[in-house]
């Protein structure tokens, strides 16, 4: 982490603009023009895309304190990466400082640098004209000279626009831990750069198709419910279907049932029997493939959207990025001929992180068993100290059920639907986690209450959330594994980019990378070792420890729960496909003559 300070160091604000390559969305990055001003000069740096073209490196003064300093600092270093510029050291995104500055307060105005500005009573470019500038940006080349003269006047706006907010911003910033968070920028612009690789011609089948798949697929999971009329979900139809299998569901104060993707999510795990309809009504209601950003190369390229939740993590498009899609979807992700890529998650992050922060002995210790569920049963004498997860299944799973519910933040009721239990057992149950876990409850009350009392809450490194009245009490509780654990995987990346691990994309949790196949468990090795010193990092060198699934060419990803449903979609999308050749094919028999007919 770098020791620089407002006082010392040497600014440079920077802005391009730039769009996806022939305006296809996926693609990577086109530059259009760049303009920078150094603080220290007062000099403006100002070229064209067939000048920066040109250059090997940036046609700035670079020195060892030199702050790069934009907004939204992702999009730009998209920019030095397309160009094969080597990123800037030192970079201060003032996105992530104004995000972190007022998050958790409500902005009529937004976080846009429009927003930041009247947010500070800064006085910014009009909307209509950015909005102008941008539809121009991306309807591409050629331009004539008046053109580009618009162009690189809009983008230099930008950039005057940031220097008064570097100064009103200044007080707030914390300096060195805002050069950490934008030393991730270098990581995002890598990973929206790569993108993930997508099996291209099945994904264009399928949106080209996928209206009449998605007929089928009511079709053929409606036929073990009965839950659809005329191809729509029928509340009613669905009642009748929980009271024949006597599943008990969730209901709203109202009476009617809770039927959002969450409370589905949670049942299916409770039912595996109503996890095909969960799929299909996720698959519905915000599957639009046709959304998916997939360049030209069939890699899938979108803005991760870092910072974006109070908790600082990612959220790019549930649309537009593989990983939001139904889980099934995820199957379109297939390396190239020759590469692999591997799936490798931190085990059991947020228990772990708990442990660490509240510095719990036995939950210490439960997590580095590597096996939490089992420890905790053991810890409590439910089971005998030799229990395996084979010898004691079904207290195994009881009591990592508990753990979830208390990282979740249920309540007994909640718990024992999930155990099906009464809810006296799930009282028990809970109540034996906060003995076993004294320390941790000790120091999760007492954060509540001293957030209570300030309305503050901070993750090790600064990641700030101002707390609003409304906030829910689970949500304070959660905070600090959850905000902690974004701070964990932003230092992970920068890790693994420093060290030349090819990242495809950030998954909460997770990470995606790429390789050759003869070098990917090599690389995957280099990447766990990044998670681990990252969780050493954050949690004082108490180390996390992570799971690996290299999937090599032409392997799907896909998990177990998940593959059911794919296979669902291809055959009938196989089926499709048939059925259009024999058409096509008879179509054109239907034009040959006799004699070419017959030698078809």
């Avoid at 993930?196 to 999971?221: A, F, M, Q």
């Avoid at 028999?589 to 007919?597: F, I, N, R």
Wanted: aromatic fraction near 10%; glycine fraction near 6%; include cysteine.
């Amino acid at each position: 982490m770098s020791n620089l300070s407002f006082n010392n160091a040497h600014f440079i604000l920077i802005d391009f603009e730039f769009r996806p390559r022939g305006g296809v969305e996926g693609n990577p990055v086109e530059v259009i023009c760049m303009v920078a001003l150094d603080l220290s000069s007062g000099q403006y740096t100002r070229h064209w895309t067939n000048e920066l073209q040109t250059m090997q490196s940036p046609p700035l003064d670079i020195k060892g304190n030199t702050i790069f300093v934009a907004y939204y600092a992702s999009a730009e270093l998209s920019c030095f990466q397309a160009l094969g510029w080597k990123p800037p050291t030192n970079v201060l995104d003032l996105y992530a400082e104004f995000r972190n500055i007022t998050n958790g307060l409500f902005l009529p105005d937004g976080r846009s640098l429009l927003g930041a500005l009247k947010y500070f009573g800064i006085t910014g470019i009009k909307s209509e004209i950015k909005d102008e500038m941008r539809e121009l940006a991306l309807r591409g080349g050629p331009y004539i000279d008046e053109e580009k003269a618009s162009l690189l006047d809009y983008c230099q706006s930008d950039v005057d626009a940031l220097h008064p907010l570097l100064l009103v911003m200044e007080p707030f910033i914390d300096f060195p831990r805002a050069l950490l968070r934008g030393q991730y920028n270098t990581a995002l612009a890598k990973m929206e750069s790569l993108g993930s690789p997508i099996d291209y011609p099945t994904y264009k089948g399928l949106c080209h198709h996928w209206e009449y798949i998605k007929t089928e697929l009511i079709k053929e999971v409606d036929a073990n419910f009965g839950v659809y009329e005329n191809g729509s979900f029928k509340e009613s139809l669905f009642q009748q279907y929980l009271q024949t299998k006597a599943i008990r569901w969730p209901r709203l104060e109202s009476g009617k049932l809770k039927l959002d993707d969450e409370t589905f999510k949670t049942m299916s795990k409770l039912y595996p029997i109503i996890q095909p309809l969960r799929s299909l009504r996720d698959s519905l209601s915000k599957l639009r493939l046709s959304a998916l950003q997939v360049g030209e190369d069939g890699r899938n390229r979108c803005l991760l959207s870092p910072f974006s939740s109070s908790t600082g993590r990612n959220q790019p498009s549930t649309n537009k990025f593989v990983f939001g899609l139904s889980k099934w979807a995820r199957g379109l992700i297939q390396p190239r001929p020759g590469f692999a890529v591997a799936y490798i998650d931190w085990s059991q992050q947020e228990f772990g992180i708990a442990a660490a922060l509240s510095d719990d002995a036995n939950m210490k210790h439960a997590y580095m068993t590597g096996d939490p569920y089992l420890t905790f049963a053991k810890q409590a004498g439910a089971v005998p100290s030799d229990a395996t997860k084979q010898s004691h299944p079904i207290e195994r799973d009881q009591y990592k059920q508990c753990v979830l519910a208390t990282q979740y933040g249920m309540g007994a009721e909640a718990l024992a639907a999930r155990l099906k239990q009464p809810t006296l057992r799930a009282k028990q149950l809970l109540a034996i986690h906060r003995k076993v876990y004294k320390q941790f409850w000790d120091w999760s009350d007492n954060l509540y209450n001293i957030t209570i009392n300030t309305n503050r809450l901070n993750t090790v490194f600064g990641w700030q959330l101002q707390v609003p009245d409304d906030l829910n009490p689970r949500s304070v509780r959660n905070f600090p594994m959850q905000a902690n654990a974004a701070e964990m995987l932003r230092i992970a990346c920068i890790l693994m980019v420093k060290r030349g691990i090819q990242l495809c994309a950030p998954i909460h949790d997770a990470v995606l990378i790429e390789a050759t196949e003869d070098t990917i468990e090599q690389q995957a090795a280099m990447a766990q070792q990044c998670m681990e010193e990252a969780s050493q990092i954050v949690l004082g060198n108490f180390k996390l420890t992570s799971d690996v699934n290299i999937i090599r060419h032409p392997g799907r990803f896909l998990d177990e729960s998940a593959e059911p449903f794919w296979n669902m979609v291809m055959a009938i999308y196989e089926r499709v496909k048939a059925e259009a050749n024999e058409k096509l094919n008879s179509n054109t028999l239907g034009l040959l003559t006799p004699v070419q007919s017959y030698i078809s």
